[in-house]
């Protein structure tokens, strides 16, 4: 079976998710967690103000519960964007990796 190409979720996360977390689609995140279909990568930061990091964590728990595979690193001290060199290093490493996994 052909895999998708999982830009979709990483579009999810990346660009929907916070439009939802400032209320600007008029619904919660949560209310697409039963759609995610494709294998879900999340990174998310502690102290960001746009997405809290309760809200990622929801949203992850309720992927899982569909099945589906989700990936959550949380990345304490950093703000909406990601500074510190560890964590961008970090972050590579594991998107890299989960491309490896995914995308065969």
Aim: proline content about 8%; charged content about 25%.
């Amino acid at each position: 079976m052909k895999r998708r190409f999982p830009v979709i979720s990483v579009l999810l996360i990346s660009v929907l998710l916070p439009l939802l977390a400032r209320g600007q689609t008029g619904k919660k995140p949560l209310t697409y967690a039963g759609k995610v279909k494709t294998p879900l990568l999340m990174t998310q930061n502690e102290k960001d103000e746009r997405v809290p990091v309760e809200q990622a964590v929801e949203f992850c728990r309720a992927v899982q519960l569909t099945g589906t595979p989700v990936e959550l690193h949380i990345y304490p001290g950093e703000s909406h964007g990601t500074m510190m060199p560890n964590h961008q290093l970090d972050k590579l490493r594991k998107t890299e990796s989960w491309f490896k996994k995914y995308l065969h």
